[in-house]
Every structure is written in structure tokens, then in C-alpha cells.
């Protein structure tokens, strides 16, 4: 069975796995427009969603969302669609333990940060599993508050050639978002795509976390912009190993439009490390430090942040700190 154009909306079955910031927007949008979708958390977050309701405090609107959330991920036997967005130390961990629910029919989005998912989810289970770049800044106030920073939109795509049902499948997958209010592309070269997100979270995640800043102000300090100049060209030197060719005009446009339009932001990072929560920050620098040893490249910049954020997850500064 595959996600057609012609499908309604309602009939899809649709989870979101890993509800936090990300998983809760793009599946409050869905449900916004009338969406069967249930979010997969933890406790804490189930209860506070089926007991009030989603809140979603966005740019352009304020609206109160009423939508499923279990623990159970049994209930992924019926899923047609599932929006993966757990963290991505976690992704196969997750696909291993839900892999007996799953039926042949369910499709996979993977809206995670990293380049490295897709292949990992692929190697665990059959089932189709395509990667999307997700450029949206949020945050969760509490358990069922999602806070809205900017953007909001998705390119979802097939590594490689698109086979017809790939090609159906994403047509479909992309007419629920963009029926939703998601603006929503199909990628002809998603790989590309997915590294400029890529080198952007390396270039601005760490920063952000480790002076607890927001984007814009981020970028106001000439000593900033020369460390993100530096990770970024690092990560364009890995990216051509890994056969992806990105220009450095390509990149700095891409560095420059995070900080204009998600300027309210901190990163992902940044809110993990004030919560005392595990980072990704290994499937980030620390992936192109990683290749950058494999390859016998230097990556001083990267090597640099990834180490401060190794620091700050073992010794904590913000303990005590909401």
C-alpha cells in the first residue's frame, strides 16, 4: 500500500514518534487540518496532551489542538505513516524495538537531525524510509505547549533515482503537508539537501548552546561569524569526500537566512543541555570530526565545539536550571 495524492486526509493513519518540539508541530499541523495522528511519549507528555489538549503558540496563529498520544507503541501496527523524530542516538535502539508492530504498508519520514538515519533505519527493517530536511525553529514551553520560532517547512526526497512508487509515495506524503499548511518540497537531490542542513546545525547548534544564545545575537560578534566561517568549511571539505559538492556561496547563503529567519532561536542542543539531557552533538561535530579523521582532514573548528559541548554535558553549569 502506498500514500497516494488522491487519498483524503482522514483516512491516513499517522504517528509521530519522539514528540517533542519538532514531532509536536509537524504533527499539530496535521492534526490542525484534520489529520488522524497520535503522538508516541513519554508519560509525562501523554498525559498532559490527552488531558489539555495540544497548545500551539505559533507566528501566525494561536490555537488549541485536540489529538491522540500514547506510550504504547503497539498502536504503530495500523500506522500508514510514521514521522520519526526521535533523537538520532536513538534511532536504532527505536526501530528495533518497534520493528515487531510494524506492518509492510507503513512508510517512514525521518525528520532527524544528521545525515546518517536514513541508511541506519534502512539496514533494520524493509519498510520504505525516506529522509526530510525540517527547517523549523520550536521549542516546548511545557509538556503540551509547543512555542513557534520560525519556518516550518519540509524537503523530503529518495537518495538516488525515484522509483514510481517513490515517487508516489513522496507526492503523497508531500500533498498532506502542503494541505496541512506545511510547505512542502520534493527533493531531486536530497542528499544535497540534507547536508546544507547539516553544516548548518554544526555551525550553529554548539554555539548557541555553549553561550546559551539566540541566533541572531549569535552572529553579532565578529569572533562568531569566524568560527562558523571555520566549521563550515570543514564541513563542505567532508562533504566532497562524501561526494556531496556544495559551493561556499551555497553555504553562507544557508548560515546567513538560519539567523534571519529563526532569530528567537536556540538551538536543539542548547534546550537538551538545560534540561540535562543527552546532546546529538556526536551525530554533529562530532560526525565530521569523525570523517575528518577518516579522511586525514583537519577540522580544528569542529574538533573545538564539539569538545566544549562534550565538557558542559559532563560537568553541567546550569544545574538547577528549567
Excluded at 4 to 19: D, E, F, N, P, R
Excluded at 56 to 64: G, K, L, N, R
Excluded at 106 to 121: D, E, K, Y
Excluded at 255 to 281: F, W, Y
Aim: aromatic letters at 6%; hydrophobic letters at 40%.
Amino acid at each position: 500500500m502506498t500514500i497516494t495524492a488522491t487519498i483524503q486526509m482522514s483516512k491516513q493513519k499517522i504517528y509521530v514518534l519522539g514528540a517533542g518540539a519538532v514531532g509536536c508541530y509537524f504533527g499539530g499541523m496535521l492534526a490542525r487540518a484534520g489529520c488522524d495522528v497520535t503522538l508516541i511519549a513519554r508519560p509525562k507528555r501523554v498525559k498532559a496532551i490527552n488531558q489539555y489538549g495540544l497548545q500551539m503558540d505559533c507566528q501566525s496563529f494561536q490555537e488549541h489542538v485536540t489529538l491522540n498520544a500514547s506510550s504504547d507503541a503497539a498502536l504503530l501496527g495500523d500506522a500508514d505513516l510514521i514521522l520519526l523524530s526521535v533523537k538520532s542516538y536513538d534511532t536504532e535502539k527505536t526501530i528495533q524495538e518497534i520493528a515487531p508492530f510494524i506492518a509492510g504498508k507503513t512508510i517512514f519520514l525521518s525528520l532527524q537531525n544528521g545525515v546518517g538515519n536514513v541508511p541506519s533505519i534502512s539496514r533494520l527493517i524493509s519498510n520504505p524510509v525516506y529522509p526530510a530536511v525540517v527547517y523549523v525553529a520550536a521549542g516546548m514551553g511545557d509538556e503540551r505547549t509547543l512555542k513557534h520560532h520560525g519556518r516550518g517547512e519540509l524537503h523530503i526526497g529518495q537518495y538516488g533515482d525515484l522509483s514510481p512508487i517513490d515517487e508516489n509515495n513522496l507526492q503523497g506524503i508531500g500533498n498532506l503537508f502542503n494541505n496541512s499548511g506545511v510547505h512542502c518540497v520534493v527533493s531531486r537531490n536530497i542528499q544535497k539537501d540534507l547536508w546544507l542542513k547539516f553544516l548548518v546545525n554544526c555551525a550553529y547548534n554548539a554555539i548557541s548552546a555553549i553561550g546559551q544564545i539566540e541566533y541572531a545575537k549569535m552572529v553579532q560578534v565578529p569572533q562568531v561569524n569566524q568560527l562558523i566561517e571555520g566549521i563550515t568549511s570543514e564541513c563542505l571539505s567532508i562533504a566532497k569526500k562524501e561526494g556531496v559538492d556544495i559551493s561556499v556561496a551555497e553555504a553562507t547563503k544557508a548560515n546567513e537566512l538560519i539567523a534571519q529567519t529563526m532569530a528567537t532561536q536556540k538551538s536543539s542542543t542548547g534546550q537538551d543541555l538545560v534540561r540535562h539531557k543527552h546532546t546529538e552533538i556526536d551525530y554533529l561535530n562530532g560526525f565530521i570530526v569523525s570523517k575528518g579523521m577518516e579522511h586525514r582532514i583537519p577540522t580544528p573548528s569542529n574538533q573545538a565545539v564539539y569538545a566544549l559541548i562534550k565538557m558542559v554535558e559532563k560537568f553541567n553549569p546550569w544545574q538547577g536550571a528549567s
